[in-house]
């Protein structure tokens, strides 16, 4: 088994937990921290984000706009001064992604459009990662781009005009589409994306917000270019993939009772909520509001009886980036958890049916591996380890969960993974656990 490293490496001790209590306050979203970032790049004028994730992917996002010229101010707020749709400049350097596949595969959309050449990559995980699924539709727009191995970044690509198309996904994929959508953004005409099966829709929402010609018919969505995106005030609401993790983390510690604040609630991601209470999970949805069209609340959790549940189709693909602390979940419940359709997990930050699996090993818990998913038995017993992350955040943080609930302290090596989405991952946990 092939796992990424970090060159940064950090071992976090985690002891077992008796209770869970308090307030979290998460990141802002990862998925709409980027998009918010590229679209306010090419707006006419500055537009103000609050609540913009701290994570190291979505700096990545903007640190890439920083190198095509367009001046971006982070502190309590980020401000980012849009030189719109044709005011980006060649890059002198080859863009760095990080770890980031939202990152290099929204941003191929852009660079696709532009009049130079530009080079893409990143760290050693993300150029394990597929491209074609980009390359495809972009070059159907007329688009040239090259990659290692004709499939693997560093992406080059020679931008130029674009033609419209309409493109059907052939896999379920939000990055596919938004890349294919941004890229509509320059193409004179009609430019459509066909889902068969949904997926987050931040992008419909944030093209909306900044005053772009989208429309969305049944399983179709369509964009008009040339666009004008105009400068816009925006919240970044609670990144609900984060609070996943607290989530289960109320199930795992016998006394647990946590207020998650201010958590995107947007129903093409909230499916996971939707899952948990049919597992039986005490959650409570408090003060809903809207933000830039996106739904906004707080959660309070408390530690309750978990059924088990299934995990298959449509919901695979909502729930695809929780499903490694979904597994923990499943092994602490009274059934258990099977996952199906999410061969998507393999070409994630890392092999996530790997790292899964390699980890309740180190914990003595068993696991039945699937190319496409997994099956966890319930009611297991969580022995004391030490865990790797192999450099990916999601693994970090939802085997750092597993540890509370284990029968001994647990290492975890190469935590720092957990800052791709989630900074202040472990200083929270350490605040709400006692
Ligand atoms: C994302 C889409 C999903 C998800 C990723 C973020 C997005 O990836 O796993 O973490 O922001 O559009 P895919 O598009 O590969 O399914």
Known sequence: MRFATLTVSMVEHISPAKSLSGSVVLPGDKSISHRYGMLASLADGTSKIRNYSTGADCQSTLACMRSMGIPIESGEETLIHGKGLGGLSAPAEMLDAGNSGSTIRMLSGILAAQPFVSRIGGDESLSRRPMQRIMTPLAEMGARIEARDGKFPPLTITGGPLRPIEYTLPVASAQVKTCVLFAGLSAPGRTSVVESVRTRDHSELALREFGVDISHTGHVISVEGPAHLKPLELYVPGDLSSAAFFLVAAQVVSESDLVIQGVGLNPTRSGLLDFLVGMGCNIQVLDVQQTNGELIGSLRVRKSRVRGGRIDGALAASVIDEIPVLAVLGA???????????????????????????????????????????????????????????GDHRIAMAFSIAALAADGPCVMEDASAASVSFPGFFATLQRIAA
């Open 332 to 390: 602490v419940s009274e059934d258990g958890l099977s996952v199906h359709d999410a061969a998507e997990l393999r070409v994630k930050e890392t092999d996530r049916i790997a790292t899964i699996a390699e980890n309740f090993k180190r914990m003595g818990l068993s696991i039945d591996v699937r190319p496409d998913g997994f099956d966890v038995p319930g009611r297991q017993q969580f022995h004391a380890a030490e865990l790797n992350s192999f």
